[in-house]
């Protein structure tokens, strides 16, 4: 398709960027890491959503030299941030189901890491239920691998899955992302407060810390703090921005 030989041109013409959406600690006000995500910065200066992209590249299977280009992307600038002086933040990855289907995901990870310098233990990586579903002896295989090696997984739009609770079970995480959309009526909506006191309470049972995406108010802030989750993530402490506004933010905090 068009859109094929487009996002080969993008990813040859380096017309892919990341941006880095904080991720903040509640118990000390302070951003200990950020999520990667992809963006396509066209020549025409437009910026394109994963959204409108990343699908089709699932489709044609691009998404693999993508997947590839944004896990080194990321650790190579986060590797580069505390050569810069700030501390030693988390960077967060999404992975794709294609992925750990079409090449040997520990391999591709450790050679980002080898590559870029990034210290392993700063690398998470996000799961989502499509990985989680299929293949599941040969990606906890994986998992465990990079696991021991000091890398971390969370899985990413947690309690909307099909069986999160056997996710939980059956793969070696460490953390657990509450889905956006718990967050986004957390005052109004009786279901969602039990909701994200259970799936805290569920962390925490499991030795997981937890981290709630789609934070936009105080008030949710607050509700978050009280009910003891971990992190927070979401367009109250910042939208998805370039590395250097996000190196800036870092900066004007310490
Ligand atoms: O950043 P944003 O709102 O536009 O992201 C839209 C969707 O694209 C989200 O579901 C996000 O997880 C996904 N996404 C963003 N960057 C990446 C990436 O590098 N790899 C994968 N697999 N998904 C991504
Ligand atoms: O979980 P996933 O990787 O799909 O989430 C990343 C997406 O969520 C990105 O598209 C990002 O722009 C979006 N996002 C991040 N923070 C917020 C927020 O506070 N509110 C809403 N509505 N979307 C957010
Ligand atoms: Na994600
Ligand atoms: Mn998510």
Known sequence: TVLDSDMRRALAKKELVLHYQPQVNLASG?????????????????????????????????????????LNEACREAASWTRDGLPPLRVAVNLSAIQF????????????????????GRLELELTESILLHDTERVVHSLRALQAHGVTFSIDDFGTGYSSLSYVRNFPVNRLKIDRSFIHNLREDGNDVAIVRAIVNLGHSLNLDVIAEGVETAAQVGHLRAEGCDEVQGFYFGRPMPAADFIDLVRREA
């Open 30 to 70: 302070r951003i200990v890491g950020a999520e990667a995500l992809v963006r396509w910065r066209k020549d025409n200066g437009d910026l394109v959503s994963p959204a409108d992209f990343l699908p089709q590249a699932e489709e044609s299977g691009l998404i693999v030299p993508i997947s590839e280009w944004v």
């Open 101 to 120: 289907r079409k090449q040997n995901v520990e391999q591709v990870v450790l050679a980002a890491l080898a590559a870029s310098g990034l210290e392993s």
